[in-house]
């Protein structure tokens, strides 16, 4: 059996972040394709937020290497600020430095045929590029989504340090690897000169293991609010990419109608982490009352609470169209009823309208989201069908996109 060093800074015991579930099935179905996973990781301390809950789905006989790394904001701060210096590319930086001697060491003991490397935290690739460089190793880039972009990130010097990152990246790496159509376009427009092959397509998707009881057990709860429409949205509620404020502004237009007299619900986000400003944002459109905000929760009562659901939310910008939150596709597996807030020409709305959704309305248009959310309400009160094209579910489970990985590691 082939292995493959593997690079990511989220991996378990770190929580809080939807791109552990990545990492973490590709290291535990990889085998099952002939690779032997290798991972090279942070240390725990530089993770702002832990659990336990996922660290007994990695395997026992997977090496797992846990390297030096600070959180610069955590660590290095005197008052609450730190050098702009140890923040480039990101708070994670010094990861770099134990890093690449570990996983040199990693590499004379265990002789990969390969190394991948995963963004979000682009340390990451730079460790991926140096271990290449020096290795001669064939190196898998995995840039999820887009690096530097259109006013993204903010701050000049952190956007010149993506842009360098991701121009190595995908010019050096054998492969570079996308989750969405939109994003590998993307780069082989950007960098014509490379053969348009290397940028591969491989989506999130959701683990059919982790549902394993969970049917059973959230039936046997029932709704979560009996007698009461509840709908979800799991996960962060960026200030940009995420923003609610047009929801807020419908939800208090449904209200002043009536409806919440004919059908009370609630709205809950759970883990939005951003809590003070949706907190007074809701107070600001005079809808408080009818939002729930409420701390994370382990993986797999969190996947419980969705299938417990009378209706899942996304929220997705017209800014990140070439993006796909990675909690649609454990909305899909759930097989509730999806409300789809997000710009029609983007990718999320592309993969909600083919898996047969049809509640979707645009982020930031107070009118078009009152409109539909009202329809969607009144239908989920009845006992909608998700109408979901139990093809599409069933071909979006990890299983199918680690042995895509292994398809591309096959042929390095």
């Known amino acids: 059996m082939k292995r493959v060093l593997m690079v990511a800074y989220h991996f378990p015991p770190s929580a809080g ?56 904001a955590r660590h290095l701060s005197i008052g609450g600020r730190y050098p702009g210096f140890l923040a480039r590319p990101d708070r994670w930086m010094s990861w770099r430095w134990a890093a690449v001697t570990a996983g040199l060491k990693l590499i ?32 898998i880039a995995d840039f999820r989504d887009p690096m530097a972009q259109e ?40 960098y014509p000169e490379v053969a348009p092959e290397r940028a591969v397509l491989i989506e999130n998707g959701y683990d059919e293991e982790s549902f394993a009881g969970l049917e059973a057990s959230a039936t046997a709860k029932g709704p979560l609010h009996p007698g009461r429409i509840t709908l979800l949205h799991s996960g962060v509620v960026y200030p940009s990419e995420r923003n609610p404020t047009q929801l807020f502004r419908a939800m208090r237009t449904l209200r002043d109608a009536g409806q919440f007299n004919a059908t009370p619900w609630v709205l809950r986000l759970r883990a939005a982490a951003h809590e003070e400003w949706l907190r007074s944002l809701a107070v600001e459109h005079g809808v408080a009352e009818l939002i729930e905000l409420a701390p994370p929760l382990p993986y797999r009562e969190a996947l419980e609470e969705m299938l417990r659901a009378d209706g899942l939310v996304i929220l997705q910008a017209d800014n990140c169209n070439a993006q796909i939150p990675a909690k649609l596709y454990e909305y899909l597996r759930c097989r509730r009823p999806i409300l789809g807030l997000t710009d029609p020409l983007g990718d999320t709305a592309s993969t909600l309208r083919q898996a047969g959704c049809r509640h979707l309305a645009r982020l930031d248009d107070r009118e078009e989201i009152a409109g539909v959310l009202s329809r969607f309400v009144e239908e989920v009160s009845v006992g909608m069908d998700s109408g979901l094209d139990q093809k599409i579910v069933i071909s979006a489970a990890r299983r199918q996109r680690t042995g895509r990985l292994a398809k591309v590691l096959n042929v390095l």
């Open 17 to 72: 972040s939807s791109g552990i579930q990545r990492t973490l099935r590709f290291v535990q179905q990889l085998p099952d394709f002939g690779w032997e996973p290798i991972v090279l990781t942070a240390h725990p301390r530089a993770y702002e937020r832990t659990s336990n809950d996922l660290l007994s789905d990695v395997p026992e006989n997977v090496a797992v290497h846990r390297a030096f790394a600070l959180d610069a």
């Open 108 to 139: 004379r003991r265990y002789q990969p045929a390969a190394l991948w490397s995963t963004y979000p935290i682009a340390t990451a690739h730079q460790i991926g590029a140096i271990l290449h460089r020096r290795s001669g190793l064939p190196w």
């Open 151 to 190: 006013g993204y990130p903010a701050d000049p010097k952190i956007w010149q340090c993506y842009q360098e990152i991701e121009e190595k990246a995908f010019r050096k790496a054998r492969f570079s690897v996308f989750t969405t159509p939109s994003a590998a376009k993307l780069y082989r427009e950007r």
